[in-house]
Structures are given as C-alpha cells and as structure tokens.
Nanobody
Framework: QVQLVESGGGLVQAGGSLRLSCVAS????????MGWYRRAPGNQRDLVAA???????NYADSVKGRFTIYRDNAKNTVYLQMNSLKPEDTAVYYC????????????????WGLGIQVTVSS
C-alpha cells in the first residue's frame, strides 16, 4: 500500500505565499511523475503542475511564473511553492504520484492524496 499525505495549506491574503508538501510512503519501489491538481467549488479537478522523475516540469498557464514544483527523490516528497497568490487560486489541492509498488507486478499505479484546502482572501 502507498499513501500520499499533503501538508502546508491554509488561509493567506492575496499576494502572499504558501508551500505545499506531499510525502509518499509505504511499499514503494520507485516513483515516476508527481504532480499537484486542484478543484475549486463547482469545478472539475485540474492540473496545476507536474514533474517527472528527471525533474522536467509542466505548469497550467494560470500559475506560470507564480508557482514552482520541485521534488526530493530521497524523501519521496514533492513540493509546490506558491507565490503571488490570488483569490482564484482558492481550491482543494491534491497530490498525485505514479508509484511502482515493491510487491506485485512492475508497473506504475496512480495514487492520490486526500487533498488540502488553500484559501486566498482578497
């Protein structure tokens, strides 16, 4: 079993910063891509940023230049540094990772965290 646990969310004023962290734990052989998604009330869950195992990154247009995704492979952790936050960044943020389990067949499964609330006040 693999678990993803997010931390670092909360309430911040517009223009402020937050850093989200997501730690993967459990029966992990290796981790491929990791990413952050978000879902605002009434909306679908959308990609915010993703990072491959060799640290190639991809961002949603709405966060380019403001958010930075990076990872620490030794700690099985992915981070999302969020600067210049706007009220429209308010959402539940979810961590995602493609993980190869130590047990069973050698392919990657997609795992999700439970989500963490980020609220940006105007």
């Amino acid at each position: 079993q693999v678990q993803l646990v997010e931390s670092g969310g909360g309430l911040v004023q517009a223009g402020g910063s937050l850093r989200l962290s997501c730690v993967a734990s459990g029966s992990i052989r290796s981790i491929n891509a990791m990413g952050w998604y978000r879902r605002a009330p009434g909306n679908q869950r959308d990609l915010v940023a993703a990072i491959t195992s060799d640290s190639t990154t991809n961002y949603a247009d709405s966060v380019k230049g403001r958010f930075t995704i990076y990872r620490d492979n030794a700690k099985n952790t992915v981070y999302l540094q969020m600067n210049s936050l706007k009220p429209e960044d308010t959402a539940v943020y979810y961590c995602n990772a493609d993980v190869m389990d130590k047990q069973g067949p050698r392919f990657y499964n997609s795992y999700w965290g439970l989500g963490i609330q980020v609220t940006v006040s105007s």
